[in-house]
């Protein structure tokens, strides 16, 4: 790896276990059971790291449910803050402060837990809002050890360079997949490559499936003919980098780039999750391969790479 990171290992996200999650299609939803037993199945078989929020439904309860109080030093759950969108802008700094405890404890609460790993902003707004008490607060929590590390969930590269520079930010989120050619063209590489202190995780790198869709129905209206493009282009790269499919292309480009530490994957079954593992196991893409996707990857708008635009 350029930058002495590891290839990015999986990151299960439990979105979907918590609340009905998915733009062009309903996920199953899973009773408690099944979550549970999904989530204690996936720290069986090696996965060490769970993402998860606030606003995640009942997905902090029922990691809670899975993992109880039993501190494990290998597990790490990653939670988000509360949006804090029903805070008004004037609020006063004690009302800020005492909106942030109550979501630490609520989701401290949820996980049965004194202490939060890693806490992420779900918007980063709230980093200069309220003249940054938030912020404040949340680096008061970090120094009385109720949160080790801070960090932010961003939704486009702007964000990403914004924060990137911040000492205080310790792990990032960011959404990714391999038709964004963003990352690279704003040199975020390099950035991060420079911030070994920062953990990255990736989000959305099957764009909530579609990607994997081998019908243009499948893709968002939107898209028009363009689907069919991307569909073929995805397809004839898998074929020809020898990749066993194009989820297997789409994890291993991201796993070869060098500067993404994890990659949060959902699950509905433990169908899903052992086949989404296998595709951790296979060999790199190396110079050529990635030079090639990133040479003829079809050119898309910036809202399909964004399923909020949907």
Not at 33 to 48: F, N, P
Request: with cysteine.
């Amino acid at each position: 790896m350029s930058n002495g990171r590891r290839p990015a290992h999986f990151v299960l996200g439990t979105v979907q276990l918590g609340m009905p999650y998915g733009k062009l299609r309903q996920f199953a939803f899973p009773s408690n059971a099944e979550a549970v037993a999904l989530m204690r199945r996936a720290a069986d078989i090696g996965i060490t790291d769970f993402d998860t929020a606030r606003n995640y439904g009942i997905a902090e309860m029922r990691l809670g449910d899975a993992f109880g109080p039993i501190h494990d030093p290998a597990r790490t759950i990653v939670t988000k803050l509360h949006p804090l969108q029903h805070v008004p802008l004037d609020a006063p700094e004690w009302a800020v402060r005492a909106a942030i405890d109550a979501s630490i404890f609520a989701s401290c609460r949820a996980l049965r837990t004194r202490h939060l790993p890693v806490l992420l902003l779900h918007l980063v707004f709230a980093r200069h809002a309220w003249k940054g008490a938030a912020w404040r607060r949340l680096l008061e929590l970090r120094d009385e050890g109720i949160i080790s590390k801070l960090g932010v969930s961003v939704v486009n590269p702007e964000e990403a360079l914004e924060y990137v520079s911040d000492p205080e930010v310790k792990h990032m989120q960011v959404p990714i997949n391999i038709l964004d050619r963003r990352w690279g063209e704003m040199g975020l590489a390099e950035r991060f490559a420079a911030r070994p202190d920062i953990t990255v995780h990736a989000r959305s790198i099957f764009l909530q499936g579609v990607l994997l869709q081998d019908d243009p129905a499948g893709w968002p209206q939107q898209a028009g003919s363009s689907a069919g493009e991307i569909i073929r282009w995805l397809r004839q790269t898998a074929h020809d980098l020898d990749q066993a499919s194009v989820a297997q292309l789409a994890v291993n480009y991201l796993r070869s780039l060098g500067w993404i530490d994890g990659l949060v994957i959902g699950v509905e079954n433990e169908g899903q999750l052992v086949n989404n593992l296998s595709l951790f196991k296979m060999p790199l893409l190396d110079a050529a391969g990635l030079a090639r996707i990133e040479a003829t990857r079809p050119a898309v708008e910036d809202w399909l790479l964004d399923p909020g635009k949907w």
